[in-house]
């Protein structure tokens, strides 16, 4: 499984970089060059899986593999496909993908995101995200990296749905502990910044609490 892989690759990463996960998106306010999925030479291009930071431990290809149920109607060269070498998947980069300290309100700030989480500070791995099916409604359905929480941890506000259920209406999900399963959804809000309904199209939560504590390693 294509998920599967992916999530191993990010152990590995670990094992091989002091028990600390591959960093999500480095420098993402800045630079935007540097994903965990790709790189790229200009914020115009699209990633390039082939140099992506997971790369060595993916096996021959050297890249994320696309997930065969993602179905994307939008020409090769549009813009929008900018992250197309993300399979289709996406990394809890808020939680696992930076460095997080929480703050005595219980909300968090960014320490670095140059270093992922430390894996070994995990408290609940077996019911902590690493990896699920995702994908991002801007007017069409486009490729997303990022399994978004409910809810951004810094600030509090809620995110817009990125989990796609597009397996009979599932999302396989890859958890911290190496298992993975299904899910189906069991909440999505449409967007207060794009256009479209998530609902429609496939997009939203899983789990029965309306809160992070499902990416939230803590």
């Known amino acids: 499984m294509e998920l599967h892989t992916t999530a191993r690759a990010n152990d590995l990463y670990a094992n091989a970089n ?3 996960y591959c960093p999500g998106a480095i420098d993402f306010v800045v630079t935007n060059l540097h994903r965990w999925h790709g790189t790229r ?10 140099h992506g930071p997971l ?3 993916l096996g021959a290809e050297g890249q994320v593999r696309e997930c065969p149920a993602l179905t994307i109607n939008l020409p090769a060269r549009d813009p929008r496909r900018f992250e197309a070498n993300c399979g289709g998947f996406g990394y809890n980069q808020a939680f696992l993908g930076r460095w997080m300290a929480k703050r ?9 995101d140059a270093l992922g989480a430390q894996a070994d500070r995990l408290r ?3 019911q902590t995200v690493m990896f699920t099916d995702t994908a991002f409604l801007d007017s069409e359905l486009i490729e997303y990296s990022f399994a978004e929480p409910r809810f951004f941890p810094a600030f509090g506000s809620r995110a817009t749905p990125s ?8 999302a396989n999900v890859a958890w911290c502990d190496g298992h ?9 809000q449409a967007s207060p910044w794009f256009p479209g309904d998530p609902a429609r199209a496939g997009l939203g ?7 992070n504590s499902l990416f939230d390693p803590e």
């Open 18 to 20: 002091r028990r600390r």
């Open 41 to 50: 030479q200009h914020p115009s291009q699209p990633f390039d899986g082939r």
């Open 124 to 126: 609940r791995p077996a």
């Open 55 to 57: 790369a060595p431990y």
């Open 163 to 170: 989990i796609h259920f597009r397996h009979s209406r599932r």
């Open 180 to 188: 993975v399963d299904a899910h189906r959804r069991t909440f999505t």
């Open 205 to 211: 939560w899983f789990g029965q609490r309306d809160d």
């Open 104 to 112: 005595e309100s219980g909300s968090y700030r960014v320490e670095t």
